[in-house]
């Protein structure tokens, strides 16, 4: 069974920085892409950032890209979101998700794609 429990939100004005981080239990042998993904108040889930299970692929969603900084330690199955350079329209609940995959090397990139999500942790950024 997978378990995904996100910590690291709060409120932070324009132009800050937070870094949220989601420890996964995970099977020994399994494989995984994870992922951040984020809801607005009145919006659809979005796709954020996907990392590897082995941690050398990344892919993030244009909104993010060269401000968001996903990563992963092997050592602690855990993986983090930077975020830098942060705007009201970051303004979401983050949460982090994961799905098996065939390969170590394989991200995920469709919400739909994924199978297990943490709980959500607020992300407020003020004007």
């Known amino acids: 069974q997978v378990q995904l429990v996100e910590s690291g939100g709060g409120l932070v004005e324009a132009g800050g920085s937070l870094r949220l981080s989601c420890a996964a239990s995970?099977?020994?042998?399994?494989?995984?892409?994870m992922g951040w993904l984020r809801q607005a108040p009145g919006e659809e889930r979005k796709f954020v950032a996907t990392?590897?299970?082995?941690?050398?692929?990344?892919y993030y969603g244009d909104a993010v890209r060269g401000r968001f900084t996903i990563s992963k330690d092997n050592t602690r199955n855990t993986f983090y979101l930077q975020m830098n350079s942060l705007t009201p329209e970051d303004t979401a609940v983050y949460y982090c998700?994961?799905?098996?995959?065939?390969?170590?090397?394989?991200?995920?990139?469709?919400?739909?794609?994924?199978?297990?999500w943490g709980q959500g942790t607020q992300v407020t950024v003020s004007s």
């Open positions: 998700a994961a799905v098996e995959t065939a390969l170590n090397s394989q991200v995920k990139v469709r919400t739909s794609d994924y199978k297990y």
């Open positions: 990392i590897s299970w082995n941690g050398y692929s990344t």
């Open positions: 995970v099977p020994t042998f399994g494989v995984y892409a």
